[in-house]
């Protein structure tokens, strides 16, 4: 594993990037600073910047908000998330077609018919009592423990139903603030013995449709996309499990844990005890992209 200072370091040897977004290019607030020059900069060489996120939103609300965060249109070409992949499976009827949705209101825009479907099921919103499946993108209160959804998971576990998670993240950091996400809450639906699907990162089918989005693009074989994430169950696990080149970004979720200034490298020896813990296991290791 190297430590590098700059992308540009080793992107030229590789044709597209699959760029993870909260904790890499953004902190949920405002765009990291180099972000954008980062991967403006590999683009105006030719390669192809693929943003591959956890976010429930379908891809035209997650440009809007990227938009809003300050990250720079050059920065990317197309944007894969896990509520799209999510939304065709809800669509093609996972959980049925009565759902219990369990999130902010923010996230009504995963209930828009995905287009690339000719004949979506008709998708019901219901209270859960009515329910055959749960749709969660994420805590209605993200700073409250996952455990106040006890008694609505052990209400739905025994009717058996399903939980379809938009967003397989565990926490995320919102401008300096730690917050829970749905992979927290499908994780305990899972723990109280129901059964929870997901289709982002680390998952196959997100990758799946990254490499849709990036096939109409360029023909780039898998040896030649690098990974860049800094979750080690979500970015971490799913490039190693694609069998994708990583580069680690220890100044997100493991900033304080790697010992990571802001736009610094990681302490070497605590970066090592970190990614023996987590099971990390990357090609290169940077402390912010820039």
């Keep these: 594993m190297q430590i590098i200072h700059a992308l540009s370091e080793v992107s030229a ?4 990037l699959f760029v993870d977004l909260w904790g890499c290019v953004h902190d949920g607030v405002r765009v990291y600073p180099g972000a954008n020059e980062a991967l403006a900069a590999y683009r105006a060489t030719g390669g192809k910047v693929i943003f591959v996120t956890n976010s429930p939103r379908p891809r035209a609300g997650v440009a809007v908000q990227l938009e809003q965060f300050g990250v720079a249109k050059d920065a990317y070409d197309d944007i894969a ?20 949705h369990l999130g902010p209101d923010q996230d009504a ?24 499946g749960i749709v969660c993108t994420g805590p209605l209160d993200p700073l409250a423990d996952p455990a106040v959804m006890r008694p609505e998971f052990l209400a ?11 967003n397989p993240d565990i926490v995320v950091d919102r401008g300096g603030v730690r917050e829970w996400c749905a992979g927290a809450l499908a994780g ?16 196959p089918p997100i990758y799946d449709l990254a490499r849709r989005r990036l096939a109409k693009l360029a023909d780039v074989s898998d040896s030649a996309i690098l990974a ?4 080690p169950v979500t970015d971490a696990a799913g490039a190693m499990g694609e069998d994708l080149d990583l580069l ?19 302490d070497p020896a605590k ?4 990614l023996a813990e987590t099971g990390v296991v990357p090609t290169y290791t940077i402390g912010s992209l820039r």
């Design 13 to 16: 040897r590789y044709d597209a």
């Design 81 to 100: 998330t896990s509520g799209d992949s999510a939304r065709v499976a809800m669509y093609r009827g996972a959980v049925g077609t009565k759902i219990w």
């Design 109 to 132: 825009g995963f209930f828009e018919p995905p287009a690339v479907l000719d004949d979506p099921l008709p998708i019901q919103r219901v209270p859960l009592d009515q329910a055959e």
């Design 156 to 166: 739905a576990k025994t009717r058996g139903l399903k939980l379809l998670c938009a």
């Design 188 to 203: 305990l639906y899972a723990d109280m013995g129901g059964e929870s699907l997901y289709f982002g990162k680390p998952h």
């Design 228 to 231: 860049i994430g800094d979750g």
């Design 248 to 266: 680690f970004i220890s100044g997100g979720l493991g900033a304080e844990e790697t010992a990571t200034p802001p736009l610094g490298n990681p």
């Design 271 to 274: 970066l090592q005890a970190y």
